[in-house]
């Protein structure tokens, strides 16, 4: 047994709420914090529902930070990261931080600009907001941001995972973070990705997503035998489609050759994969091209389980992939796998194993995250519980 | 773990266009009246719908004569990673002040305001289908670049790597930005772009090698340093050290 790099911390809230224990609870029991969007001209979009993360969680955030005068974004990834931090007791001077963020703080800059004042805010800028939230965190390492589009979260935490097993880091404080803004929701209703009423993925009635926002944050560590974590990284993958700017390769054959990339790494044939956190956007294009990598993949055997939580929490873009790995812990704790929320009837080309109903994760298995973006990039994370291998 | 080299650049900044490939005798000119025809023979119609950050990131690229030095095999185990201060900051003033102040839609702006939009143009134009990252910080971004760059085709993950360091911002996005009470700098551009490939796949010899020096300050500015230090080549440039931690690129004076 050697050492491998490991999920020692994690923290995080959503539109089900604040901490891991409220986030669960909520998956396992179906609920979906998609509802109507408060606060926003809705008229301007073609939406009026989205999951927006709940005025009580933001003021517990608040009333635990002790300043309500922090934005939204800011107060969020600074809670998620503490709570990450709570979890092993390290000398914050040796840990870098990775934010991971489609937009960062532009809502912040918005309000700045509907109060009519002259704009100092900064945070919109990712890089700037990765140095803030270190600093906040007084963590004395590297700080800066990866902006993937919706691969950010599993981008950034590949990219921890490399720093830390060359020895470029000690420890890294991933952080996914973005939030409801009017640039957000116009900019996805010109695209004409939103869906009227709740996501549906993999539904056949699905017709779009539903945006989220919240943050979510892993520590991680290099971890040696014996020692324990929340979770193990077992190998991981990114890949580009090369074919289209916002629209995925109709095939999948980029994230099916991410997925068999990150088997390779791990050492792992598709038989210990148990559950499949997808990206499942709602959208026709995404979740059918899901369907083929999955098919190709594991097509001759047992399939394992997959779900989406974007009926549960929405898409919550650069974040998601930090957000639904921090989400998918508990599986591996409870040997639970939630059910996908909006998904009644099959609606992809290929045949996928899809619970309605919480299933049991096969003990001793591994989970496979993926998720894709504009620009074409797909990434893939396998971890699982257990030693360092 | 392979061996590692800088194969081309190219650069498009204040004191010009150039690279490997060559260097361009068309007159200075800034991002705004680029055209495709300034940095290459061959047809793309698309160049005309990128937004400024794309644009200059795939001059920069152009002038490596990525094609003459690999082919569609190599292409495929080829990523990107991209560094950037401010990224996409001028396409989103730009889709608020067009979609949001005078509800004028339009969904291909809106894809550009994602920095690793560029990822995509670079992927499609050059068949890269190899992983992709885009770093922003305040700092460091082009260096960190081409450090992870050099890890990714190091640890065999990637045949070759394409890094990059760009900022750009279009005249009307700094007006745009006077809008919302946001000072800009105008028309301001640079970027530089180096191919790095492993030493075992590549044909030729590489403009620059990296080696690991524990113990000795390689402290890098930035990739604008590391362009001119390649284009100062042949001019008895003596090996010039230039890192990212223990890191470092070692451009040595001589032709290629």
């Known amino acids: ?389 | 773990m392979s061996g590692v080299g800088i194969y081309g650049y190219g650069r498009y900044d204040a004191s010009g266009i150039s690279g490997t490939r060559r260097t361009s005798d068309i007159e200075l000119m800034g991002i705004d009246d680029l055209k495709w025809k300034h940095v290459s023979d061959v047809t793309y119609k698309r160049f005309g719908q990128l937004d400024a950050l794309s644009k200059a990131a795939m001059a920069a690229t152009e002038m490596i004569g990525i094609s003459e030095l690999m082919g569609a095999d190599i292409a495929s185990e080829t990523g990107i990673t991209l560094g950037t201060k401010d990224g996409c900051l001028g396409t989103d003033i730009d889709f608020r002040a067009n979609a949001i102040e005078r509800d004028v839609s339009n969904p291909r702006l809106f894809a550009y305001t994602l920095p690793s939009t560029v990822c995509g143009d670079l992927a499609i134009r050059h068949g890269f289908q190899g992983a992709n990252a885009c770093y922003m910080s305040e700092n460091d971004n082009g260096v960190l670049a081409l450090a992870e760059g050099f890890y990714l085709v190091e640890s065999g993950e990637l045949q070759g790597c394409l890094c990059l360091e760009v900022d750009a911002l279009f005249e009307e996005s700094a007006s745009a930005a006077n809008e919302f009470k946001m000072n800009l700098d105008t028309d301001r551009f640079s970027a530089y772009a180096f191919l790095l490939m492993n030493t075992d796949v590549a044909a030729g010899s590489p403009l620059g090698e990296f080696a690991f020096t524990p113990g000795e300050d390689c402290k890098m500015g930035s990739l604008r340093e590391l362009c001119g230090l390649i284009e100062s080549r042949g001019k008895d440039v003596p090996i010039t050290k230039i890192g990212y931690d223990d890191l470092a690129v070692s451009i040595r004076g001589m032709e290629r």
């Open chain 1, 1 to 389: 047994m050697g050492s491998g790099v490991g999920i020692v911390g994690a923290g995080i809230v959503t539109a089900l709420g604040v901490g891991l224990d409220q986030n669960w609870s909520a998956l396992v029991n179906a609920k979906s914090g998609i509802e109507t969007l408060t606060g926003f001209p809705a008229d301007h979009y073609i939406t009026d529902v989205a999951a927006a993360v709940s005025e009580r969680s933001m003021n517990m955030i608040y009333e635990e930070l002790g300043d309500d005068s922090l934005s939204r974004a800011y107060s969020m990834a600074i809670w998620a990261g503490q709570k990450a931090l709570a979890e092993r007791s390290i000398n914050p001077e040796k840990i870098s931080l990775i934010l991971s963020t489609a937009k960062a703080d532009f809502k912040e800059f918005e309000d700045t600009l509907n109060s009519g004042t002259q704009s100092s805010a900064r945070r919109f800028n990712p890089g700037v907001m990765a140095r803030e939230v270190a600093d906040h965190l007084n963590l004395g390492g590297r700080a800066f941001a990866v902006s993937n589009a919706c691969a950010s979260g599993l981008i950034a935490i590949i990219q921890g995972a490399r720093m830390l097993q060359r020895g470029s880091a000690e420890h890294l404080l991933v952080v996914g973070v973005d939030v409801l803004s009017d640039f957000v929701l116009k900019g996805f209703s010109c695209l004409q990705a939103l869906s009227p009423r709740p996501a549906r993925p993999f539904d056949e009635a699905r017709d779009g997503l539903s945006l989220g926002e919240g943050a979510g944050a892993v520590l991680l560590s290099s971890v040696d035998a014996g020692e324990a974590s929340r979770a193990m990284l077992r190998g991981w993958s990114a890949t580009n489609d090369a074919v289209h700017i916002t629209a995925p390769s109709r095939e999948g054959a980029g994230l099916q050759s991410a997925i068999s990339k990150a088997l390779a790494m791990a050492g792992h044939n598709p038989e210990t994969i148990g559950y499949i956190n997808a990206h499942g956007t709602g959208t026709r294009f995404n979740d059918e091209m899901e369907s083929h990598a999955v098919a190709s993949v594991f097509g001759d055997m047992e399939q394992p389980f997959i779900t989406s939580m974007k009926g549960n929490i929405g898409h919550t873009l650069g974040a998601a992939g930090v957000i639904e790995t921090v989400l998918s812990l508990p599986v591996l704790e409870e040997n639970i796998v939630p059910p996908s929320v909006g998904f009644e009837t099959m609606g992809v080309p290929k045949e996928l194993n899809v619970p309605r109903e919480p299933v049991p994760f096969p003990a001793g298995k591994n989970i496979l995250g993926m998720k894709s973006g504009f620009g074409g990039v797909n990434a893939t994370l396998i971890f699982g519980s257990g030693e360092p291998s």
